[in-house]
């Protein structure tokens, strides 16, 4: 939850926006813009969204500027719009105009091609104007910021770091005073939604520094002031955000993180927009996510979601394809029986795994390959983390991609601590490859005594705490 002083300010110039009043919707649908542009290069004009997170930009239109003193363009489009925060900005330069942007819209602005902010006049909609005068508030503590910034990176001294804080800290009362000023006379507007949605409740001193209290505190008010029937808060630059703190707050549990997270969405359920970006959040931060659990979570929400018509912005391609990848890693979750395999070790002797596994209270399978540099990398840290480990366990190292010839070389150059077993499968019978989804190098999974998977995406930085946490476990039964 620490964040340096410019992202704070950053976010705060980001998140500001406007008013939205029941009129609207009898507006035509789409935008009018109609803008004039003092002494303009030659550049593209892009009318962009944000998307959930900063950074990260939809481009709705672009138009070619010529250079000279003057240039007017329109944009204009006749189809729904969303709304939220929008940006026009020039093609390879940084400097940028930001508006409010509802459906129905006809605004007109005039503007310096090299000071937007500084320059512009606006008219159209008293919540454009509002936002202008905003911008140009906050815009002479940018270079305040940018410098504390710096001076934090600089401090030697507790004295300097406390003097940097007290900095931020004036800055920031000044900022939240226009926003609870502004939000005072202007309850129910888009800008006071904003404001209250991308806040984040200051952790009490008491608390700080238990992490379970911390957790538990981020969790109850994470959302506070979070308006879930307004679409438009898809289109701002901190949603992401605050989903990823949300989960990263949560016990790391499949059942928790599924509970919620359906809660969350039956909460968005009347903002359509909303609830697309957050499904779709929630699916791609699932589908490669490095915990114990593995990829419960991601096969959950794809199918509650994805394949059953609650998700009706994704096509029939896309469907199939997620379709068939959790019908494969439903062979590799927690508490599968693991696949057996017989296939060779690098005496040429045959094995099974299921006589390894029996063997040992514990074993961890490793899919490798000797090409792999981050596979090369992990197999020597993976060997001192398990012989650091006072555990009956076996390291079952199996060379992913055929590669004998040159994964024997490899094994035969270095030296193991560790009790490890190598195998490989000259002949290429084994499905081990779609059994354990390895298309990517390096594979892990951790086996009890009976094959039962019980750890996924292991590394060697996590295999303490793993072990710890299903020793945990077991005691709560």
Known sequence: MKKSILTIYLTCLLTVLFGFTNLRALAANGYTLHITIDHPQDSVLQLCHYYGRPGLVNIDTTIHIKPGAKA??????????????????????????????????????????????????????????????????ILPFNNQFRQLDEDRKKAKTKADSARVKEQGKKLNAALEGYRDAY???????????????????????????????????????????????????????????????YLSVLPQVPDSINATSDELLSRMKNAHELYKVTIDWMVKSQENVKARFGDDCFIYVVEKYYLNGKADWVNDSTRNSYMKKI????????????????????????????????????????????????????????????????????????????????????????????????????????????????????????????????????????????LDDLASGNKKK
């Open 183 to 245: 939000a005072d006379k202007n309850p129910t507007s888009f800008m006071t939604k904003l404001f209250r949605a991308s806040k984040y409740k200051e952790i009490p001193e008491s608390i700080i520094g238990n992490q379970e209290k911390q957790d538990a505190f981020i969790r109850e008010h994470i959302w506070d002031g979070f308006d879930f029937n307004d679409e438009r808060l898809a289109n701002t630059p901190f949603l992401e955000n605050k989903l990823s703190t």
């Open 72 to 137: 007017s363009v329109t944009l204009r489009s006749n189809k729904r719009l969303v709304g939220g925060l929008y940006m026009l900005l020039f093609k390879n330069k940084r400097s940028q105009m930001e508006i409010i942007l509802n459906n129905g819209d006809e605004l007109t602005l005039h503007y310096d091609f090299d000071k937007p902010i500084e320059t512009v006049e606006i008219s159209g909609t008293q919540e454009c104007k509002a936002y202008v005068e905003y911008q140009r508030f």
């Open 327 to 466: 019908a494969l890693l439903s062979r590799n979750v927690i508490g599968v029986q693991a696949a057996d395999f017989t296939i060779k070790n690098d005496k040429d002797q045959t094995v099974s795994l299921k006589s390894i596994y029996g063997a040992h209270a514990y074993t961890l399978l490793i899919f490798w390959s000797p090409t792999c540099n981050h596979c090369t990398d992990e197999v020597p840290l993976l060997d001192s983390a398990v012989a650091s480990l006072a555990k009956d366990m076996v390291i079952v190292g199996v060379d992913a991609h055929g590669e004998g010839p040159e994964w024997k070389k490899w094994i035969a150059e270095h030296s193991f601590k560790a009790k490890w077993i190598h195998l490989y499968d000259p002949e290429r019978k084994a499905s081990y490859v779609s059994d354990y989804s390895v298309y990517t190098t390096p594979v892990l999974y951790l086996l009890d005594r009976k094959g039962t998977i019980i750890g996924k995406r292991i590394m060697h930085n996590n295999l303490k705490e793993t």
